[in-house]
């Protein structure tokens, strides 16, 4: 599928889809209006720094990118095929930071079910039912988005595993208790952190893992920098200290296994992003705020006790 197949318009509860009609989904009502406007945001989004990357492999992400460039595999600039590996080269860090979420998910089987709470366009999600084999739930403010999703499983056969549907993270249509392992992948910065981690606490089983990869300030740092207050306007989102995220785990029986600083594995991606023609503007702001320490880019494992 072509990344602009999806052309569905939302935001009351209603239904909408494509006209097969297969990637359809519910919309609610948004509980609050700044989700309604977190939805619009996404419903809009159509950033070729996005839709071409996801286009190098149909795995379509709105994250971002760890380890070190393959410059070799870049070649010369001057080539004529160097802006497309360089696309390749960017996606292939993207896939590379969802990989490493899983691999943070512990001993997943065919038979669990795992919820991707903000799940975008679905790329993790994919990755996910790729490597376990198991059914895989999506949540999105974006009825655009949970269509993408919907309508990119129905093409590669998974439907029947990996499902995005539009609902509130905070608020998620799954039994107690009953999922082995859930994620936020760059999605944390939208909601509250008490409310979020008390809702994973209640799907997740009683030794169930939860990972979360976000961009943090540090509280070393002071306060929030005016990097990150760029940022924050840019996406519409509330970037939350590191302090934040480890005090909403402890109040909701979610204890850390790993915490890993990933913010000198993200800086190539974004000092490569910046040379390329796929720029946004918001390169400058991620660059300084990792480099003057009041930014963080960290991945967080925690066991549900
Ligand atoms: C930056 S994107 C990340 C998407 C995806 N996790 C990925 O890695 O590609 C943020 C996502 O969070 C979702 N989101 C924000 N607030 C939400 C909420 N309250 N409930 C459900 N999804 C939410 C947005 O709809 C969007 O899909
Ligand atoms: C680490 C932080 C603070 C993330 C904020 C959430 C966010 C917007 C992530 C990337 O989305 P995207 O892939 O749509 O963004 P872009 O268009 O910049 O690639
Ligand atoms: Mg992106």
């Known amino acids: 599928m072509s990344s602009t197949d999806v052309t569905a318009d939302v935001s009351t509860a209603t239904t909408a889809g494509n006209d097969a009609g297969d990637a359809s989904v519910f919309i609610p009502a948004p509980a609050t209006p700044y989700q309604g406007d977190i939805a619009r945001y996404w419903d809009h989004e159509a950033r070729p720094v996005n839709l071409r990357l996801g286009d190098v492999d149909g795995?379509?992400?709105?994250?971002?990118?760890?380890?070190?460039?393959?410059?070799?595999?870049?070649?010369?600039?001057k080539d004529d095929a160097y802006e497309k590996r360089l696309v390749a080269e960017l996606h292939r860090l993207e896939s590379a930071q969802a990989?490493?979420?899983?691999?943070?998910?512990g001993d997943i089987t065919r038979d669990d079910?795992?919820?991707?709470?903000?799940?975008?366009?679905?790329?993790?999600m994919v990755m996910a039912h790729q490597r376990f084999?198991?059914?895989?739930?999506?949540?999105?403010?974006?009825?655009?988005?949970?269509?993408f999703?919907?309508?990119?499983?129905?093409?590669?056969?998974?439907?029947?595993?990996?499902?995005?549907?539009?609902?509130?993270?905070?608020?998620?249509?799954?039994?107690?208790?009953?999922?082995?392992?859930?994620?936020?992948?760059?999605?944390?910065?939208?909601?509250?952190?008490h409310d979020l981690m008390a809702e994973h606490a209640r799907?997740?089983?009683?030794?169930?893992?939860?990972?979360t990869v976000t961009g943090c300030w540090n509280p070393r740092y002071g306060q929030?920098?005016?990097?990150?207050?760029?940022?924050?306007?840019?996406?519409?989102c509330n970037i939350h200290s590191r302090r934040e995220y480890?005090?909403?785990?402890?109040?909701?029986?979610?204890?850390?296994?790993?915490?890993?600083?990933?913010?000198?594995?993200?800086?190539?991606?974004?000092?490569?992003?910046?040379?390329?023609?796929?720029?946004?503007?918001?390169?400058e702001a991620f660059i300084n705020s990792y480099k003057d320490g009041s930014f963080q880019y960290v991945l967080i494992a925690a066991d549900r006790v």
Request: charge should be negative; charged fraction near 20%; include cysteine.
């Open 149 to 193: 999703g919907n309508q990119r499983a129905l093409e590669l056969g998974i439907e029947d595993h990996v499902q995005s549907r539009v609902c509130n993270m905070l608020d998620m249509p799954f039994e107690t208790g009953q999922t082995a392992a859930s994620w936020n992948n760059e999605s944390s910065m939208y909601v509250d952190l």
């Open 133 to 147: 084999g198991c059914r895989v739930e999506g949540v999105t403010l974006s009825a655009k988005q949970a269509e």
């Open 224 to 236: 929030p920098s005016k990097w990150v207050s760029q940022i924050n306007a840019h996406f519409e």
């Open 246 to 283: 480890l005090r909403a785990m402890a109040d909701n029986r979610l204890v850390p296994q790993a915490v890993v600083d990933l913010t000198p594995a993200t800086l190539p991606y974004w000092e490569l992003r910046a040379t390329s023609s796929l720029v946004t503007g918001i390169e």
């Open 203 to 211: 799907i997740l089983g009683v030794g169930g893992r939860y990972v």
């Open 99 to 105: 990989s490493l979420l899983l691999d943070h998910l």
């Open 113 to 124: 079910a795992l919820v991707d709470a903000g799940c975008g366009r679905g790329g993790t």
């Open 59 to 77: 795995l379509y992400h709105h994250h971002y990118g760890i380890g070190d460039v393959d410059t070799a595999a870049l070649g010369d600039p």
